[in-house]
């Protein structure tokens, strides 16, 4: 069994890194083996053709896709599905083999632990429509930061690994990213509550378009993918 986990696709536009991959090692994944996208899916995405096309290419991959979710999705939509239990943590099954790992849930996947955290702020939501391709459900309530809380501890705080859409405060800023004028304050100083709290091996996150290793724990994806069998 393996993890293949990779940054942002946004739909179609980066999503060929998938079809190349998968394409280059053709026979060496089955549905027991998962592909992790770190947010900004497209899954229920802003425009119906490239949504479509989007499940389709993911729908053909030999694994199962399991996604969280980052700013760029229409998330209304997205939490219209009904919330279901897989691998001791909430989901939305999307469709058979495509699956939205929820905000703050922790899954045990045949022996290996995740927790995971999706949501960030838009940059870019001045040139964009509440209510057709930005939502203010982007970020997290208070509601979720506490159920994460709430299921780390039940699990000690330890975990094998972390997966999030944005990252934790003191990597955004290794990365050049500060909070002058960001409206995910609040989710990166989460986030990096944890960081300091919990026990686990990797951190993986997409969000910043760049791919990048911080002090060997801290893995920014965009166009790599990163195996972990």
Known sequence: MAFIITGDTHGTLDIQKLIV??????????????????????????????????????????????????????????????????????????????????????????GTTFFTFGGAASIDRNVRIEGFDWFPEEIPTRAEYEEGLDNLDKCDYKVDYIISHTAPREVAAALGYGEDSTDEIALRRYLQQIADEADYEKWFFGHFHEDEIIEDIFYALYDELIVIE
């Open 21 to 110: 991959f998968f394409d280059e090692h053709e026979n060496e994944y089955t549905d027991d083996d998962y592909l992790i996208i770190c947010g900004d899916v497209g899954v229920c995405g802003f425009n119906p053709d490239d949504e479509k096309e989007t499940r389709r290419i993911l729908r053909e991959l030999p694994v199962t896709v399991l996604f969280i979710d980052g700013n760029h999705e229409h998330h209304q939509r997205l939490n219209d599905y009904p919330v279901d239990e897989w691998m001791g943590g909430k989901v939305h099954v999307i469709e058979s083999g495509i699956i939205h790992l929820m905000r703050g849930q922790v899954y045990n996947i045949k």
